[in-house]
């Protein structure tokens, strides 16, 4: 079998976002993420393998292709021989219960990675993200979330809109805020991260309940990496439950 | 003044490790970043500037290039008008009072810039990384850590003979330890955290007094990242300090 121009085309156009929501598709590879993400909750669309590789997976779902063909279709310099195609998760009602993470205008792809991740270890099952934050289908977040992606439910929403029907408590992260490590914290609320140089929007700001800040103990640091502030507040949030 | 073929051949020798090391100089670029390390203890030895990016230093400092000529010494596909020299820091004694942070084969230039980050604003003064650790002055890290490369004292070392000679007691991250919120956490210690994928060394490991994990709220997470773990581990050490 061998792939033909149309479909390197359409494999090809995932590696923008206009291309993934018209496919409803993205793209992942390596063994150990194509592995996870098999038999994670999404749905397996394609898997190419180039040969030597076919005995990491069941034999009925592989394709074999030539190293050329998945040259072409890697966003990889160096192809990893495992590339697949998956559904988007199906859009489902917000989780709005317990504790839920909301981002606003998040641009970095590693940040989002991390920050699904922690989600994942941490039992926070709802990620809210404002439209403008990175796609999490982007293939530099599903490389670095594994299997976490299938675990978290992510919608992008209008983040001001939906924060107003939350009665939930707001707490967003900022440099003056309560001092995290003697607030008391709520089992049930949102946590609300901003973008990684501008914080959180004026707006949003206004619908915030209480704010809280991770104690300094360095003189000059001028701020810690928003993925780094997530993996502290939600470690807080988690000690005491 | 331009460039001379030489000076240019020098400058991109300091993209690899062994060109840093023979000039005992490494490369910033960016105004935000070259700002801050020119404020910081670090020697200033050339600053280079296209037009228009003059008035954002002391004049005195300053040597413009032309377009062509920082295209050729930059990192980046796109320069940004700023691209710096600086001389390593003076290699210092080990300060191995208070909190120590030990890194054992740290390969992510990312990992290591968050980590040297959060060192600078948790107040953790030294840092010792294995020899085979990437290395401080990799462009990638001084881009992510700006300023705090200056505040943090890194030192490069035979990691299993300073820690022999260490003695306070040594903590590793693993994923079979005590409960890190339950753990009463010393004031003086070193915190040991090791590679992104194989954890820490087996010779190392035997040196360990206590091991702390961090609690996993989700089911099948199955690692957090590095940097992640060293925000959550140290974030905890200084919460009751």
């Avoid at 030539?66 to 989780?95: C, H, M, N, W, Y």
């Avoid at 404002?130 to 670095?144: A, F, H, P």
């Avoid at 299997?147 to 408590?169: A, C, F, M």
């Amino acid at each position: 079998m061998s792939l033909s121009k149309n479909k390197i085309k359409v494999i090809q156009s995932l590696q923008r976002k206009k291309g993934r929501i018209q496919h409803g598709l993205f793209l992942a590879e390596g063994i150990k993420v194509v592995q996870e993400l098999v038999a994670s909750s999404f749905e397996l669309h394609s898997l190419y393998v180039t040969e030597g590789h076919e005995h990491h997976f069941d034999a009925e779902l592989v394709q074999l292709v030539t190293e050329d063909e998945l040259k072409k279709i890697s966003t990889f310099k160096t192809p990893s021989g495992v590339l697949a195609l998956f559904r988007f998760a199906r859009i489902q009602d917000l989780q709005l219960d317990g504790l839920v993470l909301a981002l606003d205008t998040i641009n970095d792809p590693g940040n989002l990675g991390t920050i699904i991740r922690l989600c994942d270890w941490f039992g926070v099952k709802q990620l809210l993200c404002s439209e403008n934050t990175v796609d999490c289908y982007n293939s530099k977040v599903v490389q670095s979330t594994m299997g976490s992606l299938s675990r978290v439910q992510i919608n992008y929403v209008d983040l001001e809109e939906v924060l107003q029907k939350i009665p939930t408590p707001k707490l967003v992260a900022d440099l003056d805020g309560e001092n995290l490590y003697q607030a008391a914290l709520p089992k049930k609320g949102v946590l609300i991260l901003g973008n990684e140089s501008n914080g959180i929007g004026t707006e949003l700001k206004k619908l915030k309940d209480r704010s809280l800040t991770i104690p300094r103990f360095g003189i000059e640091t001028e701020s810690l990496n928003v993925a780094t502030a997530a993996a502290i507040i939600l470690s807080e949030f988690r000690r005491n439950q």
